[in-house]
C-alpha cells in the first residue's frame, strides 16, 4: 500500500513537472520576439510586461524643407531624452506612458537652436487573442498625448491627441513578425494633422544576447492644420501643424539589434534612415534604450 502510494505521489509529481514546463514553453516565444528599438513612441508592441524603458535617440535633419512653397536649408539635428513606463495590470492589461523626455532642437541653419520638455502621454492596451502555443497575440489600445511641452521644440501645440493603434506578432520558433496600425486623431485638426501610422518588424534570435531585426516605418498625413506652412510632417516626435503636408508619406527603413543581458534587462540599438522624399526633418536616426523588466 506505501508502495502504491508512492508510486502515485511521484507520478503526480512528473505529471505537475511536465504542466509547468510545457507552460514556460509556451509563454517563453515572446522573449524570442524582442520589442521595437525603432518609432519608440508609436511601435507599440502586443505583448503585456511591467517596464521601465530610458531611450536616447539622435536624429539628423534634412538639408531643406518646403515653406510656403519654397525649399529653405535646415540641417543639424535633434536629440531625445525620454523614459516609457509600462505596468501590466493583468496578464492582458497595461498601462502605457511612451512620450515624455527633454528634447535638444540645433538646426545648423534657418530655424532657431531650442530645447524643452516633450508632450506626456498616457493609454491603455488589452490583449483581445493571446495564443501561445501557436505563438500569436493581438493586441488594441488607445493613448492621449496631452499638450504639456514647451513650444519652443514644437510641443505643446493643439489641445491633445489620440492614438488609436492595433498591434500583432507572430512566432515561429526563433523568428519573430511583428506590426503595428495605427491613427493619430488630433483633438484640434486646425492645429494638428491627423496621421496614419504603419510599423513592421522582423527578427530572429541567434542566441540570447543577440537578436538581429530588421525594421520600416510610415507616417501619412491625412489634413492641412493651418499652424505652419510646411510641406512635411514632424515624423513621431513632432507634429507641427503643416499646412501643406495633406497626402504625404514619410517612409523610413532600418536595422538593429537586441540583447538579453538579464531575464530583466535588455539593450537595444537600431539605425533608421528616410526612404521618401519629401525628407521633412528626418533624414537618419540612431536609437539606444535599456529595457528594465519587473
Known amino acids: 500500500m506505501q508502495t502504491h502510494s508512492r508510486y502515485i505521489l511521484t507520478s503526480l509529481t512528473l505529471l505537475a513537472g511536465l504542466t509547468s514546463w510545457s507552460v514556460t514553453a509556451a509563454e517563453d516565444w515572446s522573449s524570442k520576439a524582442p520589442a521595437p528599438v525603432v518609432n519608440p513612441v508609436f511601435f507599440e508592441e502586443p505583448f503585456i510586461r511591467s517596464e521601465v524603458r530610458p531611450i536616447f535617440m539622435y536624429q539628423q535633419l534634412g538639408k531643406t524643407l518646403s515653406v510656403g512653397g519654397a525649399y529653405v536649408p535646415v540641417k543639424g539635428n535633434v536629440s531625445l531624452f525620454a523614459a516609457e513606463i509600462r505596468w501590466a495590470v493583468t496578464d492582458r492589461l497595461a498601462i502605457i506612458a511612451t512620450k515624455d523626455g527633454y528634447v535638444d532642437f540645433n538646426p545648423s541653419q534657418t ?16 490583449a483581445v487573442i493571446d495564443d501561445r502555443e501557436n505563438q500569436f497575440i493581438l493586441t488594441p489600445g488607445v493613448e492621449l498625448e496631452l499638450p504639456t511641452g514647451d513650444r519652443k521644440v514644437f510641443q505643446g501645440n493643439g489641445d491633445g491627441s489620440w492614438d488609436i493603434f492595433l498591434a500583432a506578432a507572430k512566432g515561429w520558433d526563433k523568428l519573430s513578425l511583428m506590426g503595428n496600425l495605427g491613427a493619430r486623431v488630433p483633438n484640434n485638426m486646425a492645429r494638428e494633422t491627423a496621421q496614419l501610422h504603419t510599423s513592421v518588424q522582423l527578427a530572429y534570435q541567434t542566441c540570447r544576447y543577440f537578436t538581429p531585426f530588421i525594421a520600416a516605418n510610415s507616417f501619412t498625413v491625412l489634413n492641412a492644420a493651418n ?8 515624423f513621431d516626435l513632432i507634429n507641427f501643424g503643416a499646412a501643406s503636408a495633406a497626402g504625404t508619406t514619410q517612409v523610413t527603413a532600418g536595422a538593429g539589434f537586441r540583447s538579453r543581458l538579464h531575464d530583466r534587462v535588455e539593450l537595444g540599438l537600431a539605425y533608421e534612415r528616410s526612404v521618401t522624399n519629401p525628407r521633412g526633418v528626418f533624414d537618419d536616426r540612431t536609437t539606444l534604450d535599456v529595457v528594465l523588466r519587473f
Open 227 to 234: 499652424q505652419i506652412g510646411l510641406g512635411a510632417e514632424g
Open 111 to 126: 530655424l532657431t537652436k531650442a530645447s524643452g520638455w516633450a508632450n506626456i502621454s498616457l493609454g491603455l492596451k488589452y
